[in-house]
């Protein structure tokens, strides 16, 4: 497609199991971002891509979050033994850019909305 | 640190009225880039602007239009004759080119609401 896709767009859990968030980039799309939107809340950064590597990894909440990108496309954002304060929308984005610092326009999907019950 | 305040948390407005949304920023970079997105009632994320910290001319895209001021660090967004469709959420955001490239602070949002 045409736009930056996440799946799944809705995801219940328990508390205490792992989760996995996917995120389909722009194509050609060398940045790709993560976030965390809590109900009725702006946007908390968790972390950024450059390639396959995240330079900046001080946003994520704890060490039960983690991100992968590979083959500089798709990434994945797990959290492990899951809580019910980890309920938020997950949004992803990604933009164009060949300089270190990422100063393009961020294209955002529709987002994956976890509940942890 | 970087920080964006929208003092505005809701704003109700009949339609065809002007309203202008505030942003305050902080940040201690010289270069960085500014950007206000909308987030209508389906919650998909998009983008209205980018402005980079050099560039202080203001800007008009049909009914909108941004007052980009260094001075007070603000970067305020007009919507000109309001219209039931531009109810949404409006976020303003900034991003830092050197001290912590690659990551964007967003403020905690505007809800616009335009009454018919």
């Known amino acids: 497609g045409a736009g930056v896709s996440q799946s799944p767009s809705n995801k219940v859990t328990e508390k205490g199991k792992d989760v996995e968030l996917r995120c389909d980039p722009i194509?050609?799309?060398?940045?790709l971002y993560w976030y965390r939107q809590r109900l009725g809340q702006g946007l908390e950064f968790l972390i950024y891509?450059?390639?396959?590597?995240?330079?900046?990894k001080s946003g994520l909440p704890s060490d039960r979050f983690s991100a992968e990108r590979t083959g500089g496309s798709v990434s994945t954002l797990t959290i492990q033994r899951t809580q019910q304060e980890d309920s938020a929308v997950y949004l992803c984005?990604?933009?164009?850019?060949?300089?270190?610092?990422?100063?393009?326009?961020?294209?955002f999907g529709p987002g994956t909305r976890l509940t942890v019950l | 640190a970087q920080k964006v305040t929208q003092a505005q948390t809701e704003i109700s407005v009949v339609e065809k009225e002007d309203v202008t949304l505030d942003c305050v920023y902080e940040?201690?970079?010289?270069?960085?880039?500014l950007f206000w997105y909308k987030q209508p009632p389906s919650g998909e994320l998009v983008f209205l602007i980018r402005?980079?910290?050099?560039?202080?001319q203001n800007e008009i895209s049909g009914r909108y239009s941004w007052n980009f001021q260094k001075s007070t660090s603000s970067f305020n967004f007009t919507i000109t004759a309001s219209q039931v469709v531009d109810s949404a959420v409006y976020f303003c955001?900034?991003?830092?080119?050197?001290?912590?490239?690659?990551?964007?602070?967003f403020g905690d949002g505007t809800t616009l609401t335009v009454k018919p």
């Open positions: 194509s050609g799309h060398t940045a």
């Open positions: 984005a990604s933009s164009s850019y060949l300089q270190v610092a990422s100063t393009d326009t961020q294209y």
């Open positions: 402005r980079n910290s050099f560039d202080e």
């Open positions: 940040t201690r970079d010289t270069t960085y880039y």
């Open positions: 955001a900034l991003s830092e080119v050197n001290t912590n490239a690659g990551k964007s602070t």
């Open positions: 891509f450059q390639g396959n590597s995240a330079p900046d």
